[in-house]
């Protein structure tokens, strides 16, 4: 193969990493910078040239590169742009697929990062040779990544997959985005550290959660709390699980996926959310469906998923 | 165009209603025969044969047709199948592509009648040259057809767009699947007239349905009673235009649409159910969206739509 390998860059709101990636989905080799310490774009993509050239050079020269794949929050795929990213520094649009081909010299593709992470799975991951799925992310926000006959759905204007805000709750929960009821709201890590709270301070229960201040208890501390068999914990996964499997249960009645991928911080849990998850989504399936619908955890490396996700995009430029 | 037309056929539980159609979506001749009436598929087969064959023939023989598509509830767009659709007297499963294609000589293609619908839109109506689009055709039932990219959305198993199973009341009405709070029992026709009957149960108030007998009301006397300013018709249409409004939202929010398309009887109702759809659906979209989706009433005209919506699967053949 005359390029046989592809850049990913995932850009968060903390870190960017990047890496060099093959067909088979080994990472060749990776690094990473602050997206926050440039204020200004051009600075951050000259820090990312540098970085990336000193990789770049070890691969065999920006010859042996088909492109790069880039998954950030907002990341339109038709533009190319970056567009009002709540979470990064940058405001308005950014232009940074043509930043990027511009600076490196080869074809640049952006999408969102669940959108990469959906492509991710399928490329290197737990949906190889799937064809319909629907990849949702538990992260700090839940995001979603939606395919449908191979391809990643974008949608009339680039944005498809906002399934972290279809209302699970009518009047629910504030979300972050302005609105009620969020599945995000519910079923993110702050979402599940929002029900520990609510749960701790509405029932005069016993649980190891009361060991933390009741501020800074994360999921982690309830998957800590399940694993000693608290049984506010458990309950709290059971909550999040019914949110998920009655949400995933209409995901399914629109595309009719094959399976459904679950991928980020929340499933560390394993069983004990992937559990009450199959458990609620069966309870609320169509009976066509029933029994018929896969949920998997990613089948990605957790450390390279983002750097994987991303670069995935670039084999299909 | 050695084969200029294209065979339109749709299986309602009452008609079978088929007409051959040109390109441009002009219905050349139709007729229709009761479906119901035999038991025996092959017998039935046999009747639309002998009809059909005369509409053949006035169009110049059976040369000049390129296909027949089928629209027909639980119709399989990959196996062919009509498979255990509850409305029709056939039971199990009946290879209605194949004994269509194996009577004509001809390809036939079948699908169920939301996704011809769309289709039919696609091609001749509301949703010409648009590429993402969702189709809800608002019956007896509540249909659905999905187009992505260009390209109505099957899944996995062909069974995609089940839209009017999603929930839109948790623990809420009985629906005809077996489940409770779908779309399907608060948006059909036989919901609004659920509606009508829980608001005159409930409440002690004047209106002009109550010169209806209450287990007779229909959606058609609820939009009569609110031609005459109504208080309770107009409720009624302000209820199922939100619950179909906060649906809709989240339909947005999967495949980010150009626009949503209405059909159906309760379309009928005109700006009476328009209205409070449009309003709700606008309180209810990610702000990215709001403004943005068009909903529009379909471009078919009804007793021509059904015999549409099936031919225009046939030009995809």
Redesign the interface.
């Known amino acids: 193969m005359d390029k046989p390998y592809v850049i990913g860059m995932d850009i968060g709101g903390t870190n960017t990493v990047f890496g060099i990636v093959d067909a088979r989905g080994n990472v060749l080799s990776k690094s990473a910078v602050k997206t926050s310490k440039h204020q200004d774009i051009n600075l951050y993509i000259d820090e990312i040239y540098k970085e990336l050239s000193v990789l770049i050079e070890k691969a065999g020269g920006i010859s042996k590169i088909k492109g790069i794949g880039v998954g950030a929050p907002n990341g339109n795929h038709y533009t190319g742009n970056i567009e009002y990213a709540p979470n990064l520094q940058w405001r308005g649009v950014i232009p940074l697929s043509k930043l990027m081909s511009d600076k490196f010299g080869v074809p640049t593709v952006i999408t969102n990062d669940a959108n990469a992470a959906a492509i991710g799975e399928m490329t290197y991951g737990a949906a190889r040779g799937m064809?319909?799925f629907i990849m949702i992310t538990l992260g700090t926000g839940v995001g979603s990544g939606?395919v449908?006959?191979g391809?990643l759905?974008?949608?009339?204007?680039?944005?498809?997959?906002?399934?972290g805000?279809?209302?699970s709750?009518?009047n629910g929960r504030l979300c972050g985005?302005?609105?009620h009821g969020c599945l995000e709201a519910y079923a993110s890590a702050n979402g599940v550290a929002r029900t520990a709270k609510e749960i701790l301070q509405n029932q005069n229960v016993d649980s190891l959660l009361r060991n933390t201040p009741i501020e800074s208890i994360t999921s982690k501390d309830v998957h800590y709390a399940a694993l000693q068999g608290d049984k506010i914990a458990l309950e709290i996964f059971e909550f999040t699980g019914k949110i998920l499997g009655?949400a995933m249960?209409?995901?399914v009645?629109?595309?009719?996926?094959?399976a459904v991928i679950l991928f980020g911080g929340l499933t560390k849990a394993g069983d004990y959310i992937m559990k009450p998850i199959v458990n609620h989504l069966e309870k609320?399936l169509?009976?066509?469906?029933q029994g018929?619908i896969k949920v998997l955890f990613s089948g990605l490396k957790e450390s390279d998923a983002a750097v994987l996700g991303s670069s995935a995009l670039a084999w299909e430029i």
Chains 1, 2 share one sequence.
């Open positions: 064809k319909n939606i449908i006959d391809k759905v974008y949608g009339h204007d680039g944005f498809a997959g906002e399934l805000h279809t209302c709750i009518r985005c302005g609105r009655e249960a209409d995901f009645a629109f595309s009719a996926p094959e609320n169509l009976q066509i469906w018929k």
